[in-house]
């Protein structure tokens, strides 16, 4: 939910949800030092199913620059953090930060030591995007094969997306037996971002036969809450975005639109309603053939023989090689003219646009007669 020392406002906001929230576990962050643990106690105690996340970096290159502290120093505090946490609040999960560039000897040794002192949970992060999906999927198969305890925690993982495999990095921890990932929706997060929720949910749900994992997620609220988050954030949602992007299930291709129009599952892997859309969109553009043309001309209402079909196709690809995309207005236009023969009574000959802060922007259309 935050991270409570951070700041009065983190503090208030993590207060807020532990005291709003039911049916799921507020977190709040706190490094292993006695302050940082009391005051995420203090914002979370009156939560119904509090946890506290304590964090400690173990790589090489933290504990030489930043902790300048050695691999015993490292553990002793991360156990003290975990006994700390563990004395106040009996959820307790523990990071140790950049784990994906730790020694793996030394990380199954703080992974053993912390799961003794009372951690529940063992998050795996890779803090700065920098493993691979086969490395992932090494270090959680280590961890299960070496750590004597580890059937007492459940593993975890937290991914960047740095490099762009923070997905894919968390799908191959469950693969090896992750039972927790953590994720933002939208993917977003420091620097790159982080794992995207809903491609998460939606890869485990679609590829069940692979990954024999699901979550308890409402699927069909995604794209909803994709939208309320990206209104909230201003941090807007690309059009190709996976699962909540507005093009995701939209087809233009006319091979694509041909094989939708008689059976979804040609091109579609999942159900736009499974995931809070209304329907799929053929788009109409210029890949787009002459099925869903006249898919789209009868659902306007206009019935076309063959070879006015053919008539108004002909024009259509004309149209289209100069708009990206064609909207209804455009194939109504292109459908009347089959059955108005109306002589051209202006030719246009071109625009000016005109427009200056703090006025209306204005066009001039020039018509010949």
């Given at each position: 939910a ?5 700041s ?8 807020d949800?532990?005291?709003a ?15 940082d ?5 203090e914002?979370?105690?009156h939560?119904r199913q509090?946890?506290?996340h304590?964090?400690?970096a173990?790589s090489s290159i933290h ?9 015993d120093e490292?553990l002793a505090?991360?156990v003290a953090?975990?006994?700390?946490a563990?004395g ?8 140790p ?6 020694e793996?000897?030394?990380?199954c040794?703080v992974?053993?030591?912390?799961i003794?002192?009372g951690?529940?949970?063992?998050n ?8 691979t999906p086969?490395?992932m999927?090494h ?13 007492k925690?459940?593993?975890s993982v937290?991914?960047?997306d ?8 968390s799908l191959?921890?469950v693969e ?5 990932v ?17 491609e998460v949910v939606?890869a485990?749900r679609?590829r ?20 309320l988050?990206a209104?909230i954030?201003g941090?807007?949602v690309?059009?190709?975005k ?6 995701a ?5 006319g091979?694509?639109?041909?094989g939708?129009l008689k059976e979804r599952?040609?091109y579609e892997?999942m159900?736009?309603?499974d ?5 799929t ?9 002459r099925a869903?043309l006249?898919?789209r ?7 076309l023989?063959?070879e006015q079909l053919q008539t ?6 004309v149209l289209?090689d ?5 909207y209804?207005?455009d ?6 003219q089959q059955f108005?023969?109306l002589?051209e ?6 625009y000016?646009?005109?427009s200056?802060?703090?006025?209306p922007?204005t ?7």
């Amino acid at each position: 939910a935050g991270f409570p020392i951070a700041s009065p406002g983190d503090f208030e906001s993590v207060r807020d949800i532990a005291g709003a929230i039911s049916g799921a576990t507020v977190c709040g962050l706190a490094r292993c030092n006695d302050a940082d643990i009391d005051r995420a106690w203090e914002a979370l105690r009156h939560a119904r199913q509090p946890r506290i996340h304590v964090f400690l970096a173990t790589s090489s290159i933290h504990r030489e620059f930043k902790l300048r502290m050695n691999e015993d120093e490292v553990l002793a505090r991360a156990v003290a953090g975990v006994t700390r946490a563990r004395g106040v609040c009996a959820d307790v999960e523990f990071s140790p930060e950049d784990a994906a560039r730790t020694e793996i000897d030394f990380l199954c040794r703080v992974v053993e030591a912390v799961i003794a002192a009372g951690a529940s949970t063992v998050n795996i992060p890779d803090t700065v995007g920098y493993a691979t999906p086969e490395q992932m999927h090494h270090v959680i198969k280590s961890l299960r094969d070496r750590v004597p305890n580890i059937d007492k925690a459940v593993i975890s993982v937290h991914c960047h997306d740095d490099l762009g495999l923070a997905v894919a990095n968390s799908l191959a921890a469950v693969e090896a037996g992750a039972g927790q990932v953590e994720c933002t929706i939208n993917g977003i997060g420091e620097r790159a971002g982080n794992c995207s929720l809903e491609e998460v949910v939606m890869a485990l749900r679609t590829r069940g036969d692979h990954y024999h994992a699901d979550t308890r997620i409402v699927t069909q609220r995604l794209v909803p809450t994709s939208r309320l988050v990206a209104n909230i954030t201003g941090i807007r949602v690309p059009r190709n975005k996976a699962i909540v992007g507005r093009n995701a299930f939209a087809h233009e291709a006319g091979i694509h639109q041909d094989g939708m129009l008689k059976e979804r599952r040609t091109y579609e892997i999942m159900r736009p309603e499974d995931v809070g859309l209304e329907r799929t969109d053929l788009v109409l553009g210029k890949h787009s053939g002459r099925a869903a043309l006249a898919d789209r001309a009868k659902a306007l209402g206009y019935q076309l023989s063959p070879e006015q079909l053919q008539t108004v196709f002909e024009r259509f690809k004309v149209l289209a090689d100069r708009k990206k995309e064609i909207y209804d207005g455009d194939i109504a236009a292109l459908c009347e003219q089959q059955f108005a023969a109306l002589p051209e009574q202006f030719t246009f000959e071109g625009y000016t646009l005109s427009s200056e802060s703090g006025s209306p922007p204005t066009v001039t259309l020039r018509v010949l007669q």
